[in-house]
Each structure stands twice: as C-alpha cells, then as structure tokens.
Nanobody, 115 residues
Framework: QVQLVESGGGLVQPGGSLRLSCATS????????MGWYRQAPEKPRELVAR???????VYADSVKGRFTISRDNAKNTVYLQMNSLKPEDTAVYYC?????????WGQGTQVTVSS
C-alpha cells in the first residue's frame, strides 16, 4: 500500500518560513520523481516544485528564489523549504510521487500566511 504523508504546515506571518515534509512508503522512493503542488480556494492545483530521481529540480516562477525542494532517499522523504512567505502562498500543499503511468498523492497540509 502506497502512502504519502505530508507534515509541517501551519500558520505563519508574512516573511516567515516553513518546512514541509512528505514521508513515503510502499514505493521505491529513489526512482520516483517527487513534486509539491498547491491548491488555493477556487483555484486549480498547480505545480510548486519538482525533483527528479537524479536530483534535477524545477520551480514555479512564483516561488523561485524563495522555495527549495530536496529529497533524502535514505529516509524516503521529500522536503519543501519555504522562505519569505507571502499571503498568496496560502493553500493546501500536496505531495506527489510520479513514475511512468503511476502517480500517487498525499492528503495535503494547510499553509496559511497571514498577519
């Protein structure tokens, strides 16, 4: 059974930082591309950052220079370090594991940026 469990969300003031974690089980983590997506109310889900099995990364333009995605294959975990957070970063953040036709999602973690 594949499980992706996100943690680390919460309420933070503008300019603050959060670190999201996504712990996985049931997959060969090292061969999967891992991604972080987010969905704000009444908006479509969008890619935030993605890291391939060989460590290549891509970021949404809106988060470049502020967010960093990383992975620890020994811990089967992917991280998203979020700095200089803005109110527009408020959303539910989802972890995704993808390889060929397989795609798995976590349940999401809420991030709220507000003063």
């Amino acid at each position: 059974q594949v499980q992706l469990v996100e943690s680390g969300g919460g309420l933070v003031q503008p300019g603050g930082s959060l670190r999201l974690s996504c712990a996985t089980s049931g997959i060969i983590f090292s061969i999967y591309a891992m991604g972080w997506y987010r969905q704000a109310p009444e908006k479509p889900r969008e890619l935030v950052a993605r890291i391939t099995s060989d460590g290549s990364t891509v970021y949404a333009d809106s988060v470049k220079g502020r967010f960093t995605i990383s992975r620890d294959n020994a811990k089967n975990t992917v991280y998203l370090q979020m700095n200089s957070l803005k109110p527009e970063d408020t959303a539910v953040y989802y972890c995704n594991a993808a390889r060929r036709q397989n795609s798995y999602w976590g349940q999401g973690t809420q991030v709220t940026v507000s003063s």
